[in-house]
């Protein structure tokens, strides 16, 4: 009930194109979904995230799809460009868990080439 | 506007040493607090987390022990480290449940 399952593990595009990480989750109570960035030997970063109230949520070249009753969200990178590269976990939660947090995905390497 | 310190950035540690591992928020109270592994090229393993003074909560049992003796202070430890502790220690805070985490910058422990 608990878990989120990410795909792909690992995802190369090429400079311009779209980067495309997909995310399917099973508790019907989370109610919050962020998105991170990760480089290499830093903190995860917040990057974009959406509540269920909405089917999508664009920022900049990052773009959030959210489908309810598939259970499934995805981040959608526009014009992917090299300094994209990083790995990319997606994560739910709700208002009314435990302390425990978000439960994340297990990642995604993407690597963007020139 | 909050922010997150974790140090140190980096740690060589010989197998049976203590370890002691320090992360201190700034401008929030109250805040839920998290320590996370990330082994290699792996995902994120919530170790411990914390909704207030003196209240530990394990995820994972281990040879490790978490303690946070001020609101805004959280502490990783170990008596006797192993080689399998070596990997990328991860703080966290939240404003509670329901939301976001925000990451300090890690720590790389690497056990000899």
């Known amino acids: 009930q608990q878990q989120v399952k990410q795909s792909p593990q690992s995802l190369i595009v090429q400079k311009g194109g779209i980067s495309i990480i997909n995310c399917a989750y099973e508790?019907?109570?989370?109610?919050?979904f962020p998105w991170y960035q990760q480089f290499p030997g830093k903190g995860p970063a917040l990057l974009i995230a959406?509540?269920?109230?909405?089917s999508e949520k664009k920022e900049g070249r990052f773009t959030i799809s959210f489908n309810k009753s598939a259970k499934q969200f995805s981040l959608h990178i526009m014009d992917s460009q090299p300094g994209d590269s990083a790995t990319y976990f997606c994560?739910?939660?709700?208002?009314?868990?435990?302390?425990?947090?978000?439960?994340f995905g297990k990642g995604t390497h993407l690597i963007i080439q020139p | 506007s909050q922010t997150i310190h974790q140090w140190p950035a980096t740690l060589v540690q010989p197998v049976g040493s203590p370890l002691s591992l320090e992360c201190t928020v700034e401008?929030?109270?109250?805040?839920?607090l998290y320590w996370y592994r990330q082994a290699a090229g792996r995902g994120l393993q919530l170790l411990f987390y914390s909704v207030g003074i003196g209240q530990i909560s394990s995820e994972v049992p281990q040879n490790l022990s978490a303690s946070r003796p001020q609101d805004r202070q959280f502490i990783l430890s170990s008596k006797k480290l192993l080689l399998s502790d070596s990997g990328f220690y991860l703080c966290?805070?939240?404003?509670?449940?329901?939301?976001?985490?925000?990451f300090g910058q890690g720590t790389r422990l690497t056990v000899v």
């Open positions: 994560a739910a939660t709700n208002s009314g868990g435990g302390a425990d947090g978000l439960t």
């Open positions: 401008g929030t109270s109250n805040p839920n």
């Open positions: 959406i509540r269920p109230d909405v």
């Open positions: 966290a805070w939240s404003a509670g449940t329901g939301t976001e985490a925000f």
């Open positions: 508790n019907t109570a989370f109610d919050y």
